[in-house]
Nanobody, 119 residues
Framework: QVQLVESGGGLVQSGGSLRLSCAAS????????MGWYRQAPGKQRELVAT???????DYADSVKGRFTISGDNAKNTVYLQMNSLKPEDTAVYYC?????????????WGQGTQVTVSS
């Protein structure tokens, strides 16, 4: 059984920083893809950061220069460093990973972590 556990959300003032973590555990071979999404109240879930097929990070325009996605394969963990946070960054943040299990590739979602940025 595979589990994704997110941590690191919370309440921060505008201009502050947070680091989100998403740790995968269970029976799988490797992580094939990883990304972070967010969903604000009344809005659709949107992609925040991911890695392209070439392995380069890619970001939503709204977070470029402020957020950094990274991964630690040894720890099966993906991170999202968020700096210069703005009130409009307030949302529930979800990690998304594709895991190689057997001969297949399967998508998994974290449980979500609330990020609230006060003005």
């Amino acid at each position: 059984q595979v589990q994704l556990v997110e941590s690191g959300g919370g309440l921060v003032q505008s201009g502050g920083s947070l680091r989100l973590s998403c740790a995968a555990s269970g029976s799988f071979f490797s992580i094939a893809a990883m990304g972070w999404y967010r969903q604000a109240p009344g809005k659709q879930r949107e992609l925040v950061a991911t890695f392209t097929n070439a392995g380069s990070p890619d970001y939503a325009d709204s977070v470029k220069g402020r957020f950094t996605i990274s991964g630690d394969n040894a720890k099966n963990t993906v991170y999202l460093q968020m700096n210069s946070l703005k009130p409009e960054d307030t949302a529930v943040y979800y990690c998304s990973v594709d895991l190689i299990i057997g001969r297949g590739r399967f998508p998994f979602w974290g449980q979500g972590t609330q990020v609230t940025v006060s003005s």
